[in-house]
């Protein structure tokens, strides 16, 4: 009679350790901290380098184009991730009433972008009256 006293006890606390690893695992995966993740895309955002803010400021990277939406001067906007990203980009603005766009020809002979955090510094050149692209590895 002794041994089943004890075979049930051990039972009992293999069932209480059970249920505290699950308790535990649950507890773990909710508290991750997804900034000390590694990067599995490109994260760019844009500072406003210009004279103006931009208005409804659209990036494309490669084959997805995202609104950053407005960006005042010296401004950065948040991060955005992408699958792949280059050097520079298309860039479509508005900037004092005036639509700007920056079309790049192809990516011919480029390297993608390797994963982390980057910004696409986007400057005005008074040479030719238009927008133009500064890549910054953050």
Known sequence: MHSSIVIKKIIDTMKILKRLAICLFFISACNRDET???FEEV????????????????VSTYDDLYNYGDIGVNEYSAYHTFQKAYRYGYVELTMNNRPYIL????????????????????????????????????
């Open 43 to 58: 994260q760019i955002r844009v500072l406003n380098a210009a004279f103006a803010s931009f208005k409804n400021c659209k």
């Open 103 to 138: 079309q790049p020809t192809d990516f011919v002979g480029e390297t993608p972008l390797s994963k982390g955090k980057y910004t696409y510094k986007i400057i005005y050149s008074e040479e030719s009256k238009n927008i133009d692209i500064q890549l910054i590895k953050d």
């Open 36 to 38: 000390t993740e590694p």
